[in-house]
C-alpha cells in the first residue's frame, strides 16, 4: 500500500516547476504584449487593469493545465481578476463631476485681479503672429519643394507646434520618411533637418542638424520615441510627445506626465515632463518645477481648456450647473496662442450659458506653469468678430482664421487673417473687442492697423486717442522696400531722430524722392518706433 502512494506521488506534477513554467510563458506575453500597446504599469490606468485581469487569466489557465487540479492560489487569483474588473467599473462612477464638483473647479485657479494693458504690452506691426497652423503648412511644403536632397527621401510632418525661440514666435515640425523602404535605407542615419516658420516675418528654414535625430515620433522599433519613453519609464503615465527645440536650436520631444487627481480616474493633471534629445538619446523625467525653462509646451491644450470648462461650470456645485446656473461661465469654441516674454499662452475668451454673442471676459494660461490669468473684458465673442471680419470682404468670399487677442494702443483687439479658397492669406484685419462692428481691413498689416486705429480714433473708443504731429526738413536717407506686396519709403530727415514711413499712396512724387529734398509731412504720434506718414508735400526737390 506504502509503495503504491509512493508511485502516486512521484507522478504527480511539482507544482513549483509547473507554476514556475507558467509564470515565465506569461511574463513572455506581457512583455509582447507591453511592446505593441505601450501601457503603463500603473493602477491609476483603467488599461492596465483591464491588461493584469488578463495576465493573471492566462497564467490561472496555463498553470491549471499544466497541474490538472484548481487549487487555492488559483482561487486567490481569480479573486484579484474580480477586484481588477471591479474597480475598473466602479472606479470611474467614484471620479465623477456630481460627486466632486468643487475639487474640479478648482483644478485651474483663475486669478481676477490683473490689468490687460500692464500684463500686455502694446504691439506694433511688426511683432503681429500672423502665420496660423494652415499657412505654416503651405510654406513648409513649398520649402520642401525646394529642397533636391531631401524631397525624393522625406515628407513634412504637419504638426508644426507654435512655440516660444530665443523671444521669437515660431512654428516647428519635423521632416518624416517617405515610406517604410525609405525609413530602411534612411533610419541609421536619422532625420537630416526640422522646419522652422517664423510667425511675424513669415520666413520658413529648414534647419539642417550636425547630429541627425533618431529618436522620433516616425521612427519604429526601440527608437519611436514612445517606446523608448515607455521602456525607460514603465509606470508613468504620459501624453502624445510634442517636438520641441531649446534656445540653441537642438531637436527634442517633451511627453507631459499626468496623473489623476482626483479619486482613481478623475481629474487628470500634469506632474511632470519628460524630455528626450531626439539625437542622442538622452532621456530624463523633471518635475513639474523643475522643467527646464525653455520647453513651453508642458501642459496640453484640451487639458487646460477641459479645466477651465470644469471651472466656470462648477464653481457654484453640480446641481447650480444644471438648476439655477448662477455665476456660470463657459470657454468659446477655439483657442488660440500668444508668445508672451520667454512663454507660450493659450488664449480662450469666456461667455454665459445662455450662449449669446458676447464675452465677459478672457483667460490666459501658461502651457509651461499653468499660471492662469482672468481679464474681465466684456465684448464680441472670437466667432463674432470672424463673421465681422468676413463680412467686410463678403464679396470675396474669404474665410477668417480663429483671432488672437492683442493690445493695440490700449484698445483690446482681436487680429485674424483672411484668406482664399486655396488657402492663402489675402487680407487682414483688426477687430475692436468692445464693438465687433470696428473692423480695420488691409492687404497688410500696417495697413490693417492704420485703417482700424482711423476708425477707433473717430469712434471715441480709443484709451489713448492717436495724435497726428506736423514736421518738415531735408531728407538726410530714402530706401524703398516692398512690405507685403506694396511699396513702402523709410526716411529720415536732417536734424531729426525719427523714423518715417510713407506708403506710395501718400505722394506719387516718392518714387523720385533722393537725399536733400525739403518735405512737409503729418504723421501718426504713437507707439510705433517708425512714424507712419498720412500726408507728405514737397516743398524743394535736389536738382
Aim: aromatic letters at 12%.
Amino acid at each position: 500500500m506504502d509503495e503504491k502512494k509512493s508511485e502516486e506521488k512521484k507522478r504527480e506534477k511539482n507544482p513549483f516547476k509547473e507554476t514556475l513554467l507558467a509564470l515565465l510563458i506569461t511574463c513572455i506575453m506581457f512583455v509582447a504584449s507591453e511592446y505593441f500597446t505601450l501601457t503603463p504599469i500603473n493602477f491609476h490606468s483603467r488599461t492596465f487593469l483591464v491588461t493584469l485581469a488578463i495576465t493573471i487569466g492566462v497564467f490561472v489557465f496555463l498553470r491549471l493545465i499544466f497541474l490538472h487540479r484548481f487549487d487555492k492560489l488559483q482561487w486567490l487569483l481569480c479573486l484579484l481578476i474580480v477586484v481588477a474588473l471591479g474597480v475598473n467599473a466602479i472606479g470611474p462612477y467614484l471620479s465623477t463631476e456630481m460627486l466632486n464638483a468643487k475639487k474640479y473647479a478648482r483644478q485651474i485657479q483663475l486669478t481676477k485681479s490683473n490689468d490687460f494693458y500692464k500684463d500686455n504690452e502694446k504691439v506694433t506691426e511688426n511683432a503681429i503672429p500672423v502665420v496660423d497652423k494652415q499657412s505654416a503648412i503651405k510654406l513648409g511644403d513649398k520649402k520642401m519643394g525646394s529642397m533636391s536632397e531631401y524631397v525624393s527621401q522625406f515628407v513634412v510632418d504637419n504638426t508644426y507646434n507654435q512655440i516660444n525661440y530665443n523671444g521669437k514666435a515660431v512654428r516647428v515640425t519635423t521632416l518624416n520618411y517617405g515610406s517604410n523602404l525609405k525609413w530602411l535605407t534612411n533610419h541609421w542615419s536619422g532625420l537630416p533637418a526640422y522646419i522652422m516658420v517664423d510667425m511675424v516675418t513669415q520666413d520658413t528654414k529648414i534647419v539642417k542638424l550636425e547630429n541627425k535625430m533618431k529618436f522620433t515620433i516616425h521612427d519604429h522599433f526601440f527608437r519611436n520615441i514612445n517606446r523608448y519613453i515607455r521602456f525607460r519609464y514603465p509606470t508613468l503615465m504620459y501624453a502624445k510627445p510634442a517636438f520641441e527645440i531649446d534656445e540653441k536650436g537642438n531637436p527634442f520631444y517633451v511627453a507631459p506626465v499626468y496623473t489623476y487627481e482626483i479619486g482613481l480616474f478623475g481629474g487628470r493633471d500634469i506632474k511632470g515632463a519628460i524630455v528626450v534629445d531626439a539625437s542622442s538619446g538622452h532621456v530624463r523625467y523633471y518635475r513639474r518645477e523643475k522643467v527646464p525653462k525653455w520647453v513651453d509646451r508642458v501642459y496640453p491644450a484640451e487639458l487646460i481648456y477641459k479645466q477651465l470648462e470644469n471651472s466656470g461650470k462648477y464653481s457654484g456645485g453640480f446641481f447650480n450647473n444644471y438648476l439655477s446656473q448662477k455665476g456660470v461661465l463657459k470657454p468659446t469654441k477655439g483657442y488660440s496662442y500668444l508668445a508672451i516674454d520667454d512663454d507660450i499662452y493659450m488664449y480662450t475668451g469666456f461667455t454665459s450659458v445662455s450662449g449669446d454673442s458676447s464675452n465677459v471676459g478672457f483667460a490666459l494660461v501658461n502651457m509651461r506653469t499653468k499660471k492662469a490669468k482672468f481679464y474681465p473684458i466684456a465684448g464680441a465673442t472670437e466667432a463674432s468678430a470672424m463673421k465681422s471680419a468676413k463680412g467686410k470682404v463678403e464679396n470675396y468670399g474669404y474665410d477668417a482664421t480663429f483671432p488672437i487677442l492683442l493690445n493695440v494702443d490700449n484698445v483690446p483687439s482681436y487680429f485674424l487673417s483672411l484668406k482664399d479658397e486655396e488657402g492663402l492669406v489675402k487680407k487682414y484685419a483688426f477687430v475692436s473687442v468692445e464693438n465687433y462692428e470696428i473692423v480695420g481691413i488691409g492687404d497688410s498689416v500696417k495697413e490693417a492697423r492704420e485703417n482700424y486705429m482711423k476708425l477707433i480714433n473717430d469712434s471715441g473708443h480709443a484709451k489713448i486717442k492717436t495724435l497726428t504731429n506736423k514736421t518738415e526738413g531735408k531728407i538726410a536717407s530714402i530706401k524703398e522696400v516692398v512690405v507685403d506686396g506694396n511699396t513702402t519709403y523709410y526716411f529720415t530727415l536732417e536734424n531729426d531722430t525719427k523714423t518715417y514711413i510713407a506708403s506710395i499712396k501718400v505722394n506719387p512724387q516718392l518714387p523720385l524722392s533722393k537725399a536733400g529734398d525739403e518735405v512737409k509731412l503729418t504723421y501718426l504720434d504713437d507707439s510705433n518706433e517708425a512714424k507712419t506718414v498720412t500726408k507728405l508735400i514737397f516743398i524743394t526737390t535736389k536738382s
